[in-house]
């Protein structure tokens, strides 16, 4: 699939606590945004399902911080 042109971006956002007067980041949660044909919709979620797996981001983080993720798919005009 084709992500250039905009095609693919990511909403992100944090949540954070207080722990000891310092600011820690607890949560993360990630909205992708496609710009896909609706029949791409099932390779979209089996792409979704095990990003993760291959994600540095989220190898490095997983253990300490809460990451989720969804996406929302949107028809070409």
């Known amino acids: 699939m084709d992500a250039s042109n905009?095609?693919?971006t990511a909403e992100v956002?944090?949540?954070?606590e207080?722990?000891?007067n310092i600011l820690v980041i607890r949560r993360i949660?990630?909205?992708?945004h496609l710009v896909a044909?609706?029949?791409?919709?099932?390779t979209i979620e089996r792409v979704h399902r095990v990003?993760?797996?291959h994600c540095p981001v989220y190898r490095s983080?997983?253990?300490t911080i809460e990451i989720t993720t969804e996406y929302k798919l949107e028809e070409p005009e």
């Open 29 to 32: 949660h990630v909205t992708y």
């Open 51 to 53: 990003h993760t797996e």
């Open 37 to 42: 044909p609706a029949e791409a919709r099932q």
């Open 61 to 63: 983080l997983y253990k």
């Open 6 to 8: 905009k095609r693919l």
């Open 18 to 20: 207080t722990e000891d």
């Open 13 to 16: 956002r944090g949540e954070i």
